[in-house]
């Protein structure tokens, strides 16, 4: 049975690597927003009632084994190499008032501990046991859960609170459309992806094609798609025998979270993706960077322009004048990329963003995506319009090594608009020299 359920993200993904990035008044621009690395462990709180019921009320998972579940899911993070984040267990969910929440199990207790959580002060996790919150939420049901920093800092920049919910339906024991019963390992990775937001991660697209490969997955395809991938459509990583966390998701999490050893383990390719003009930087497009030794298994990405805003706003309307908190205005980061990766040889290429990946299941700066304007394509070091997309250069890179001006100019796509617009300068130019002429010493103006 194909299982391809939404893992949902209640906040827009900008990143493709950081899920928030600063914008104007808004932490620092263009820079991801991470919780305090002086203030770890960060400190979670966990609802009391069961992880998982059945409809008819029976206990299939209890608190205390939902417990140590989760706690196992942080671990997965936690243990990432090369990055130092820290979580830890709080005790009990709090009200407002300070005093342990009971199990949170209605649409109204569920905003009453929210509060606090956008209050920065804790962050929960809640056991939504029957499903019961998610649908008063009106989400649909196949969602297994979902995730989200409640409060960012605007001055430091930093996460002060997060929370994620876990939708018990998907281990009730019932395997009843549209909540497939999934393995507690499958149930379990996706969570550990939500925490993933929890912690700052966006979604990112590696191994795309997986969605039509059928199930289970071919294990060499599984190992370098990013446990970030916005679908579960596979088998457990686990149960494949794999990391929880493919080369994405760690390199993605010690470049927001560098541990002291960080400079030494990863090197950076960075550039910026181009129109045909070779001039016109592209937005939204994603850039892979794959091992040459091992291509479909180790390959990082980003998407370009990751640390721009998505929307700068505009005067004209009147409604939209600031554009989004999120995302720097900086021009020349339009376009850019870069790609924490592993020492190694690397060929690096850019394709559209899948279609599918839209809202809480986006990734990248636009939101809907927008098809690569121009094929898929590698870099390569006689990079044109005209070269062969498939042709590609291998790009080394040492630990602590940045290679820059990766940049790949894309094949066949539409001249820019300018291109076709009058250019003006017929209607204004005697105006201009006269104006010149107009001032030469001696001629009276
Ligand atoms: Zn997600």
């Not at 927003?33 to 998982?52: C, E, K, L, T």
């Not at 091992?291 to 640390?307: D, E, F, I, K, L």
Request: charged content about 15%.
């Amino acid at each position: 049975m194909v299982v391809l359920v939404l893992l949902l993200v209640a906040q827009t993904a900008l990143g493709g690597g950081p899920l928030t990035v600063g914008g104007p008044s808004n932490g620092t621009p263009g820079q991801a927003f991470v919780w305090n690395p002086a203030a770890m462990p960060i400190q979670y709180r966990v609802d009391v009632g069961p992880m998982s019921t059945t409809p008819g009320g029976q206990v299939v998972v209890t608190n205390g084994s939902g417990l140590q579940r989760v706690q196992a899911m942080f671990g997965n993070w936690q243990q990432s190499p090369h990055a130092a984040v820290q979580y830890q267990y709080a005790g009990p969910i709090l009200l407002p008032t300070g005093t342990p929440a009971p199990d949170i199990a209605t649409l109204s207790q569920y905003n009453t501990v929210l509060g606090p959580c956008q209050q920065g002060t804790e962050s929960p996790i809640i056991f939504d046991d029957n499903g019961g919150i998610i649908a008063a939420l009106g989400l649909p049901p196949d969602i297994i859960g979902f995730a989200s920093p409640c409060k960012l800092d605007t001055q430091t920049g930093y996460i002060d609170s997060a929370f994620a919910l876990l939708n018990g339906q998907f281990q009730d024991g019932v395997n009843v459309y549209p909540n497939f019963e999934l393995s507690a390992d499958q149930f379990d990775e996706a969570i550990t992806h939500e925490l993933g937001h929890f912690t700052g991660l966006a979604h990112s697209q590696i191994n795309d094609s997986i969605l039509n490969m059928g199930y289970p997955c071919p294990v060499d395809q599984l190992a370098g798609l990013p446990l970030m991938f916005p679908f579960l459509a596979c088998q457990s990583r686990k149960e494949a025998g794999l990391p929880i966390l493919a080369p994405d998701d760690q390199a993605w999490l010690a470049k927001l979270y560098p541990a002291q050893d960080f400079n030494a383990s990863y090197g950076t390719i960075k550039g910026v993706i181009f129109f045909s003009d070779g001039q016109s930087p592209v937005q939204g497009a994603n850039v892979i960077a794959r091992s040459t030794t091992q291509p479909v298994q180790v390959a990082v990405s980003v998407v370009s322009g990751y640390r721009f805003t998505g929307n700068p706003g505009q005067s004209i309307t009147g409604d939209n004048i600031g554009g989004s908190a999120y995302g720097s205005r900086d021009a020349t980061l339009i376009g850019y990329y870069e790609i924490p990766v592993p020492p190694g040889t690397y060929t690096v290429e850019v394709e559209s963003i899948d279609s599918s990946f839209q809202g809480g299941s986006g990734l990248g700066p636009l939101d809907p995506p927008i098809p690569l304007p121009g094929q898929h394509e590698f870099w390569n070091s006689e990079e044109s319009a005209f070269e062969d997309p498939t042709a590609s250069d291998p790009v080394t890179v040492n630990g602590g090594q940045t290679v820059d001006q990766i940049n790949i100019i894309l094949n066949g796509t539409q001249p820019r608009f300018d291109q076709f617009e009058d250019p003006g300068a017929w209607v204004t130019m005697p105006e201009v020299l006269r104006e010149r002429e107009d001032r030469k010493p001696g001629v009276a103006a």
